[in-house]
């Protein structure tokens, strides 16, 4: 699925574009089953265990920002995290036992308010006992320079593990300013629906808002090594079970395989949880723009 070329690429840069992974019939489903979740966002107040609503949401007017724990609402987007294609991609990356993470979760970037997602790691949200941890984004829609695409900054994952805590409690999110972080050179990430993105835990990146009359859509699923294990105190291990069936690829292990990473615990935790979007409402400063211009 990967050339060398593309390989190195995510060696090197920490990220890599994918194109045309999904056959058109499988994304035509996830497009469909996606729709009708939205759908269910009418008559709702509140954000669920599922949907997590745009803050100018209302139940007339439903404005859904992002799909949480997708898998729960119907079984396709589990099935979707095992994708042949997909698999093959991430082999090469971080080997033939590969754990799914979490569930997954869907980011709606909706025309003209889709919310921004500030500049993050994910390595910060959940550490693990070695660096084999990738997320990957499944594109429903083509994403280009006017959609909220995703911004990268290369070779990020070689550097520090930047603070994401704002007022004593972690936020999610860097204070671009606060930790001296530098992101003229960031890019920007171009792609046709049905292509995915893979961008390795340590990676910075972020997006800003959709200026754009169109949706831009991307199902992230977050996998690690089988031997790369959550840290203590912030994933549920106590059901062995549960955690084995995540494997999407390969076989577990008993036998986490420890590497000198550098953490820190995203603790204490985000005064608002739920979703990215509520940790990072108490980011000290912000950088992108959260509301379009007149």
Not at 83 to 106: Q, S
Not at 273 to 281: A, K
């Amino acid at each position: 699925m990967l050339t060398q070329a593309q390989i190195d690429q995510y060696r090197e840069d920490g990220y890599v574009l994918a194109e045309d992974v999904l056959e058109p019939e499988t994304l035509a489903d996830l497009r469909r089953v996606t729709d009708e979740i939205v759908a269910s966002a009418a008559g709702i107040e509140d954000h669920t265990n599922i949907l997590d609503l745009e803050a100018s949401h209302t139940p007339d007017a439903p404005r859904v920002r992002r799909i949480k724990q997708p898998h729960l609402a119907d079984p396709f987007y589990r099935e979707l995290a095992a994708h042949a294609g997909i698999m093959a991609a991430l082999e090469p990356l971080i080997g033939k036992n590969i754990r799914l993470r979490a569930g997954g979760k869907i980011n709606m970037k909706s025309a003209d308010f889709g919310s921004p997602v500030e500049w993050h790691q994910d390595w910060a949200f959940y550490p693990h006992t070695n660096q084999n941890v990738l997320a990957v984004g499944i594109l429903l829609d083509d994403m280009d320079p006017d959609n909220g695409p995703l911004m990268v900054l290369p070779g990020s994952h070689w550097g520090p593990v930047y603070d994401h805590h704002s007022y004593g409690a972690f936020c999610g999110a860097i204070d671009v300013a606060r930790e001296d972080l530098d992101v003229s050179c960031a890019r920007e990430v171009h792609g046709r629906a049905g292509s995915i993105t893979i961008h390795h835990a340590r990676l910075v990146h972020g997006s800003g808002m959709n200026q754009s009359d169109r949706q831009r859509r991307v199902l992230f699923f977050e996998y690690a090594a089988a031997d790369a294990w959550p840290l203590a105190g912030i994933e549920n291990l106590t059901d062995l079970e549960d955690f084995n069936g995540r494997m999407v690829h390969g076989e577990p292990t008993l036998r986490p395989r420890l590497e000198d990473v550098p953490v820190k615990m995203p603790l204490p935790r985000a005064p608002y949880q739920g979703s990215i979007y509520e940790n990072q409402r108490t980011l000290s400063a912000q950088f992108f723009e959260h509301a379009r211009a007149p």
